[in-house]
């Protein structure tokens, strides 16, 4: 008969913390900026969101992999996390629609992952630690030497990852005879934000993140997209010059998290790391400019500087995080430019914040008459 016992697995942290579970995924040796995600629902979108690049995520659903994989439900061309720590792997799945098992879908993209261990601790330890990096190997078993290999990660402060996730060339979603165009910068843009356009009726080209300004103006699109991703935004001077330029052309501008922060990078305004990001389901914003709230999905580690944002006049704040006071959202005055923090796109997660697309697209239509 077969070995069914559980192959252990150890999850080190740069506290110096060790913890102790069982392995699934691939067994081998992986490391991160360690993070938590608060929803409970969407573990295949938030595995394959090119956002999480560098990262090793901690899933505070008591269950996964209950409902399988379906290829739908990817963002990206494949999974994006460095590591996944859980509470409970559910080895039989409940959808019928289901394509195949979490665990063997985690095999097939060669992803390191432990169960077994408490995920509400280790939360709470992030939350009141901050952002750290840590090591999770089914295939080392001596503490020292993963906590020698974990000395030698570096810091998501100061790191560029984007053009790491981003495409290697141009493609085109939509139909090609729309009237309403679209070029996106691609730093690690998922899949559903294209839809979102799309559904919306745009045709949409997307461009390399290193792609020259000149080419990207070549399409001769009516507004301009710029995406999320991983990394540091300071670290991208290239992406902020290129935002810089096409806010420039006096088109329409819309960014989304990474984007948001370049866009707030291309006027002057500082980013920071967080003490420990938003990632979730159900944070909640402010719409300054309605006055309505409206519940987000975020996944963010870096952050618009609020008070140079409330110094700067050629800025104006629309959202506010309702938790923290961060700031969601900005629109720059006397340019058809703004953005958000936030995912409106919002795979997984409500669908609150899906208008901004719509406010996209009209914004488009309006400065094209």
Known sequence: MPNTTPRQAILVIADGSVHYGQAFGT?????????????????????????YFGQIIIMNSVHIGNYGVKQEDVESGSVKVRGIIARNLEEQFSRRLAEGSLDDYLKANNIVAIEGVDTRALTALVRTKG????????????????KRLLAEVPSMDGLELASQVSTDAVYEVGDPNSDLRIAVMDYGVKQHILRCMVDRGAFVRVHPA??????????????????NGPGDPAAMPYAIETVKEL?????????????????ALAHDIPTFKMHHGHRGLNHPVKNLLTGK???????????VDPEAVRQADHIEITHQNLNDDSIEGIRIKGKPAFSVQYHPE?????HDSRYLFDDFLQLIRTHKS
């Open 293 to 303: 709230c409206e519940i987000t999905t975020q996944n963010h580690g870096f952050g």
């Open 210 to 227: 290193k792609t020259p300004v000149a080419q990207v103006k070549a399409f001769n699109a009516d507004g301009y997209f710029i995406s």
């Open 346 to 350: 919002s795979t997984p997660g409500p």
């Open 131 to 146: 952002a750290m990096n840590c090591i999770i190997s089914s295939e080392i078993s001596d503490v020292e030497e993963l």
């Open 247 to 263: 806010v420039a052309d006096n088109k329409p501008v819309f960014g989304i998290c990474l984007g948001h922060q370049l866009l």
């Open 27 to 51: 067994i081998g040796t992986t490391t991160g900026e360690l993070c938590f995600n608060t929803g409970m629902t969407g573990y295949q979108e938030v595995f394959t969101d090119p956002s």
